[in-house]
Each structure stands twice: as C-alpha cells, then as structure tokens.
C-alpha cells in the first residue's frame, strides 16, 4: 500500500528517517533537484545534520514536442542522450545542439540563481544523498546520478519518496544505493 504524505516537508522528514544510517556521517552532503527536490532535501538534510546543496538537471526536449527528452544535462558537464528519441529527429545534429546550448544557459542561469556566488561544493570521493520529489521516467535523475560520477563522487545514495517500478529499476542499475519509500503499480 502506497503512502501519500501531506507536503514534500513530510515526505523529506520519512526519507530522512529510512536515512537515519547517515545521520552527521563524514564526507556526505545531501543534494535536492530544484524544484521540487530541494523542499525534500532540505528536510532530509535538517534531520541528517548534513550540509545542502543543489544539483541542477535541465531536460533536453524535441523542439516540435519540448516534454519529450531526448536527453538531459546536468551541473558538472553531464549529458544523457535518449538515442531512440534523437533518432527521431533523422540525425539532424544541429536542433539537438541548439536545445542543447539553451538548455545550459539556462541551468548555468538557475545555479546562480540558487547557489550565488558560492561555488559547488566539492565532491570528490565523498558520498552523495542525491534527493527529488519523485522518479516517472528517472531520466532526470539519471542525469544527475551521472553527473555526481564524473564530478567524482565516492556514493551515490539516490533518495526519493514514490517512483514507478520501471524509473527505480533505472536508477538502481546506476546509483550505489536507492531508498525509495513507495513504489506503486
């Protein structure tokens, strides 16, 4: 039975408790995906008395149909391309390049916005608690799984309240560890 929570806030506090294993452990740091992510992390940070930060992903949509990815970028540099939807675009290498430059403007944009002048924290063999609101696709959030790895992360924990069994089973194949706490048919 699926469980529904009241908020992202007591969505976060649950995680944190199916954390509790990480609770102030050294070398760990929780990142939320903006938006909805980082209400989630926050709480899970807050209870773990770890420090926070955000992981910005930036979908790459088709220019004729923008909700469907045929990729996604995330800070740090990484690129996940969904081959069978960029086929679909007959191999025309330029709109995937333009979607993609406005895409990383955008994500460099929205660090700023919510980092500042604070640069990225550093992530080399420390452990990540990578946090969202929730996985349907987990397109986004294998962006950023892939993004921790090549800035060189030691773990990634992947944490999230609800996904569906195909996005879990994704992440599962790329995240060290994947705390999910509900999984509905």
């Known amino acids: 039975m699926s469980r529904i929570y009241a908020d992202r806030a007591e969505a976060g506090r649950a995680l944190a408790n199916a954390l509790s294993r990480h609770r102030a452990a050294p070398d760990t740091i929780v990142l939320g995906l903006p938006r909805g992510g980082v209400p989630v992390a926050y709480e899970v940070a807050r209870a773990l008395e770890l420090p926070l930060d955000v ?10 149909q923008p909700e469907l990815a045929m990729g996604a970028i995330a800070s740090g540099g990484a690129l996940v391309v969904n081959d069978e939807v960029v086929r679909y675009l007959g191999g025309r290498a330029e709109a995937f390049e333009a979607v993609r430059a406005r895409e990383q403007a955008e994500l460099e944009r929205r660090e700023r916005a919510y980092r500042g002048s604070r640069p990225p924290l550093e992530m080399t063999g420390r452990t990540a608690i990578l946090v969202d609101d929730g996985l349907a696709t987990g397109a986004t959030m294998e962006a950023a799984v892939r993004a921790l790895k090549s800035l060189g992360a030691g773990r990634v924990v992947v944490a ?21 706490l509900a999984t509905p048919g």
């Open 55 to 64: 992981l910005v992903v930036r979908k790459l949509g088709l220019p004729q």
């Open 160 to 180: 999230v309240p609800v996904a569906s069994v195909e996005a879990r089973e994704r992440i599962e194949a790329l995240a060290d560890e994947v705390v999910c």
